[in-house]
């Protein structure tokens, strides 16, 4: 079960940072992705984190803005969004796949998700 925090109101240009708490002893096992999905639109994969956490991938429009980390030990990946726009407004999912050895950027091939947080940026 994955449980996802932190989102919110901000302003543009403000950060927020976003938790995703997993139960279970395996959370290490797992590689971890970010999506967002706004209103009207398709999800969106913003980013990706391994196993062990020594490798991130992110999309393009996110890269420079976005980091993402993880604390195996906490069971808990983190999403840290800098310098946000209004664009970036959506809900952000955090989600699990447990058979792909790299990162990964489709939503398809993951087995476990969140309940989404909120993220709005006022102009």
């Known amino acids: 079960q994955l449980q996802a925090s932190g989102g919110g109101l901000v302003q543009a240009g403000g950060s927020l940072r976003l938790s995703c708490a997993a139960s279970?002893?395996?959370?290490?096992?797992?590689?971890m992705g970010w999506f967002r999905q706004a209103p009207g639109k398709e999800r969106e994969f913003v980013g990706t984190?391994?196993?062990?956490?020594?490798?991130?991938y992110y999309a393009d429009s996110m890269k420079g803005r976005f980091t993402i980390s993880r604390d195996n030990a906490k069971n808990t990946v983190y999403l840290q969004m800098n310098s946000l726009k209004p664009e970036d407004t959506a809900v952000y999912y955090c989600?699990?796949?447990?058979?792909?050895?790299?990162?990964?950027?489709?939503?398809?091939?993951?087995?476990?998700w969140g309940q989404g947080t909120e993220v709005t940026v006022s102009s």
């Open positions: 989600a699990a796949d447990r058979n792909t050895y790299d990162g990964n950027s489709n939503p398809h091939d993951y087995d476990y």
């Open positions: 279970g002893r395996s959370f290490s096992m797992y590689v």
């Open positions: 984190i391994t196993r062990g956490g020594t490798r991130t």
